[in-house]
């Protein structure tokens, strides 16, 4: 399994105070050099943390891979297209939202999100869907052609019970069983921190798994390398 490091986060303390530090571009070499495979950053319509400054020099000095999480829109697309990321995460997007809060409802959009798959494959990015553990969903993820789905853990990683916690957990191992039985890659996220990765990490059809708000919590008081080493560790 491969660790995966939003630095949205990052961005959103230096947004708070409209300033230029931290810097998510700095916080992306240090992951990579703690072990990070893969940068992700989410480009959001309002521009609410990562801007298009920060994409760009993610770009130019991401050594991994570069995975440039946004919504289906004209002009996020055109924005990818030109930027060229390893990878691109469709993910549904509101402005009132403090976070994702679900996943694409890929089969009921299907014809215009097939349209965007074949244009992000002409230009040779290759493409996630960010889906909630739901059969149809993945069916209609893999109907369209897409590289991978990234399963929303949202629920596993808010479950309070351990009936919650079984629940989830079970939806999620089925889902990327489904997925990757489909020929579809399976990635995994949202929520996930150093104590509920551990049954993730047992779901071998999971190959990454991308986390951020947990890391960069953590790096308050451990410092970031050494939190992005103890999530690494974890993960593997």
């Not at 020929?183 to 551990?198: D, M, S, T």
């Given at each position: 399994m491969r660790l995966a490091i939003n630095v949205d986060h990052v961005a959103s303390l230096r947004?708070?105070?409209g300033e230029v530090e931290p810097d998510p571009v700095a916080a992306a070499q240090i992951c990579e050099l703690a072990g990070a495979e893969a940068i992700v950053c989410h480009l959001r319509e309002d521009r609410r943390h990562i801007n298009d400054r920060d994409l760009r020099l993610?770009?130019?000095?991401?050594?991994?891979?570069?995975?440039?999480?946004?919504?289906?829109?004209?002009e996020i697309i055109r924005i990818a297209i030109e930027t060229l990321p390893e990878l691109v995460t469709l993910v549904p997007e509101r402005r009132?939202?403090?976070?994702?809060?679900g996943g694409l409802d890929v089969a009921a959009h299907k014809h215009y999100l097939g349209d965007v798959v074949k244009e992000f494959q002409r230009n040779e990015i290759e493409v996630s869907l960010f889906v909630d553990p739901v059969a149809r969903q993945i069916e209609a993820a893999s109907a369209l052609g897409a590289e991978m789905v990234e399963i929303h853990t949202g629920a596993y990683a808010r479950a309070r019970t351990s009936r919650e916690v079984a629940t989830t957990l079970?939806?999620?191992?089925?889902?990327a069983h489904l997925a990757a039985?489909?020929?579809?890659?399976?990635?995994?996220?949202?929520?996930?921190?150093?104590?509920?990765?551990?049954?993730?990490?047992q779901i071998s059809e999971i190959e990454e798994v991308s986390i951020g708000?947990?890391?960069?919590?953590?790096?308050?008081?451990?410092?970031?390398?050494?939190?992005?080493?103890?999530m690494v560790a974890l993960v593997r």
């Open positions: 947004e708070a105070r993610l770009r130019e000095t991401v050594k991994t891979k570069l995975d440039l999480e946004m919504a289906a829109t004209e009132q939202e403090l976070t994702t809060e079970d939806e999620i191992q089925r889902a039985g489909l020929g579809l890659r399976v990635n995994a996220g949202h929520g996930l921190n150093y104590v509920n990765i551990k049954p993730i990490r708000h947990a890391i960069i919590a953590r790096a308050v008081f451990s410092g970031l390398e050494n939190a992005v080493r103890e």
